[in-house]
């Protein structure tokens, strides 16, 4: 099983995911990305960082599950997920799988949807964080403080892909009918372990 964290951007996906992993119930699926890496970033927890030609080599060897690219303003960055099993690892769903622990992994809506078609409904569940989008922008702004013109403009070109990404039209398509409000991170935190307790619990 997968757990799968979706939200737009700075809607606090990245403080979420490290306070689900401080309990040790989850196993990390780390993305990868041809991104350059972000300061505080290490390999290997948020992402594996490749060059763009070792990321489309695994691309033609059929291992990543699902891949995206993004025009941005620093040119195109590639995303991608591989599952366990091309890892050398096993997926399973439930307590089948080599540890007893589900997955935690985090992307956007449209990975989402080509890891569900690949696993099913019983093998992901998503977890789809909002946050009010002057608050986001606040965030955003202040993750980047100093970062330069660039920086800014790549801010309002994710902002606005956001709208057209998790529109309300295609989370329906999706099959999100969860939404956590992360204006407060403990209470959100709480209700998505609770949540995840619950489900645990009734598929044994």
């Known amino acids: 099983m997968i757990y799968y964290l979706m939200g ?11 306070r689900l992993l401080e309990g040790g119930r989850f196993q990390r699926l780390v993305p ?18 490749l060059k763009e030609e070792s990321f489309l080599h695994y691309v033609s060897m059929g291992k990543m599950a699902e891949y995206r690219v993004y025009d941005t303003v620093f ?3 590639y995303y991608g997920t591989m599952l366990p ?4 690892r096993s ?6 799988s080599n540890s007893g622990k589900p997955y935690l992994a985090i992307g956007t809506l ?4 080509q890891l569900k ?7 992901i569940t998503p977890i789809y964080l909002e946050v009010p989008d002057a608050v986001r922008l606040e965030r955003a702004y202040h993750r980047q403080e100093g970062s330069g013109k660039k920086t800014k403009e790549e801010i309002l070109r994710r902002f606005k892909a956001d709208d057209a990404d998790f529109s309300e039209e295609k989370l ?3 099959g999100v009918h969860k939404r956590y409000q992360n204006a407060n991170l403990e209470d959100c935190l709480l209700e998505i372990e609770e949540d995840i307790k619950h489900e645990r619990t009734e598929t044994g």
Do not use: C, N, V
Not at 32 to 49: K, S, V
Not at 110 to 113: P, Q, T, V
């Open 8 to 18: 737009k951007s700075a809607s606090g996906k990245d403080s979420i995911y490290h």
């Open 32 to 49: 990868y990305t041809t991104r350059p890496m972000r300061e505080g970033e290490e390999e290997g927890r948020e992402y594996h960082f």
């Open 75 to 77: 040119g195109k960055w």
């Open 85 to 88: 099993e091309a890892e050398g």
């Open 91 to 96: 997926l399973g769903t439930g307590s089948a």
């Open 110 to 113: 449209e990975s989402f949807l």
């Open 117 to 123: 078609k690949k696993l099913g409904e019983d093998g």
């Open 172 to 174: 329906r398509q999706a």
